[in-house]
Every structure is written in structure tokens, then in C-alpha cells.
């Protein structure tokens, strides 16, 4: 298998722009997270889904941030307006849950909003 | 705010010598997992012990948990300059709610060769 496949692995824009990140989790697994890493804040979970389903968006900062996930093999993480502070990296992870949890992280994205 | 919280935040060692790191939490849980992080890679997950088992092992890492005083043991033995990496304990929530995990932020272990 694969892994966790996540798009792009660097991603730079400016302050304002709209970014969006990718994430494709292993087949068959019914559960995806993302989380943002900061050196502050250490890895955060911004948000998780079950089948497909958003369970608990508590993580997310700001209406600026939205995720959704479409079908069982894509997630995306949009922020729109990007800010500086929105620098970090972000991780998606899968996990199923006959597996006690045990998640599987992808490479992260390293995200720099200038 | 964080659940478990590592301990040391940094630990430097040489080759050969044991690794401890620990980690405390605030919450009941279901299960305790460690996780490691290869500088700029993904989290790893290591293993996982439950709330009901006290030590497990596996390969050269062991694994001791303590649920009356929420703390939690990662044990390294012999290590090697390839087990340089942040580690990281994560917990879930306790009760029906296993899916979540919340990260320790993690204890840098560098091995020198």
C-alpha cells in the first residue's frame, strides 16, 4: 500500500491567497484526520471525519478554514483567506477503527503564508 | 489544552546507552499509544498499550503504563544513531470516544554515534 498520500509537500503563497491541501488516505480505512504542526503549539487536530463525514470540526481555528471530503479516498483542507500565522506544517492521517485507533500519518504539507 | 506531556524535552545519549522518555496525562483513557517523528517525515505509530496492561514490549522498545498516576514509560534499549527522532505519546479520549488522540508535544531524542 501506498500510505497516506498528501499534496503538495511545500506549499508558499502570499497573505490573502486561498490554499488548498490535498490528502488521499489508505483504502479502506474509515477514518481521516488533520492536524497542524507548529513548534508552538506542537500537532493539533483540527478536524476528523468517519465515513466520509465531518464528526468534529472543534479544532478548526477560524472560519477560514473548511475541509471536506467528498469520497472515501480524498480529503481537502482549505483556507481562505491564508494568514501568516496559518505557517506550519499539516499533516493528514487514516486510521480504521477495528485497529484501535492506530493512526497513519502522511508526509505533511509545509505551508509558508508570507 | 495538551493531554499527555513528555518528558524530558530533549535528551541527548550515545550509542549503545538506554533512552527513557515519559509522558503524563490528565484524563481516562481507553489506550496509550508512542509515536515516532523523523525530522520532516510523518508521525510513526510504535505501539500501543491499554488502559488494563501494565509493560509491553516490542523489539528493543518497552512500554510501561501506570493509570494511577496517568504516566507512561518509553524505554529504548541499546539504542542507535537511527533511533534519533522526536517522540511523541498520544492518548485518546476515554469512554466511546477512542478515535480522537491528543499529542504530548514530544521529546527530542538525538543518538550519538
Known amino acids: 500500500d501506498a500510505g497516506v498520500i498528501q499534496s503538495p509537500r511545500h506549499e508558499v503563497t502570499e497573505m490573502g491567497q486561498e490554499v488548498t491541501l490535498r490528502c488521499k488516505p489508505i483504502?479502506?480505512?474509515?477514518?481521516l484526520f488533520w492536524y497542524r504542526q507548529t513548534m508552538m503549539r506542537g500537532l493539533e487536530l483540527l478536524i476528523y471525519?468517519?465515513?466520509?463525514?465531518?464528526?468534529?470540526d472543534s479544532g478548526m481555528p477560524e472560519d477560514r478554514f473548511s475541509a471536506k471530503m467528498p469520497n472515501a479516498s480524498f480529503s481537502t483542507l482549505k483556507i481562505q483567506p491564508s494568514e501568516p500565522r496559518d505557517s506550519a506544517v499539516y499533516f493528514c492521517?487514516?486510521?480504521?477503527?477495528?485497529?484501535?485507533?492506530?493512526?497513519?500519518f502522511g508526509a505533511g504539507t509545509r505551508l509558508s503564508v508570507l | 489544552s495538551q493531554q499527555g506531556e513528555e518528558d524530558p524535552q530533549a535528551l541527548s545519549i550515545q550509542e549503545g546507552e538506554n533512552a527513557t522518555m515519559n509522558c503524563s496525562y490528565k484524563t481516562s483513557i481507553n489506550n496509550l499509544q508512542w509515536y515516532r517523528q523523523n525530522s520532516g517525515r510523518g508521525l510513526v505509530h510504535l505501539i500501543l498499550?491499554?488502559?488494563?496492561?501494565r509493560e509491553k514490549h516490542s523489539g528493543r522498545l518497552r512500554v510501561t503504563l501506570d493509570t494511577s498516576k496517568k504516566s507512561s514509560s518509553l524505554l529504548i534499549t541499546a539504542s542507535r544513531a537511527a533511533d534519533t527522532a522526536s517522540y511523541f505519546c498520544a492518548t485518546d479520549a476515554g469512554g466511546g470516544s477512542n478515535y480522537k488522540l491528543t499529542f504530548g508535544k514530544g521529546t527530542l531524542l538525538t543518538v550519538n554515534p
Open positions: 492521517a487514516s486510521s480504521l477503527w477495528l485497529a484501535k485507533n492506530i493512526q497513519y
Open positions: 483504502s479502506g480505512h474509515d477514518y
Open positions: 498499550i491499554r488502559s488494563n496492561e
Open positions: 471525519f468517519n465515513n466520509n463525514v465531518p464528526i468534529d
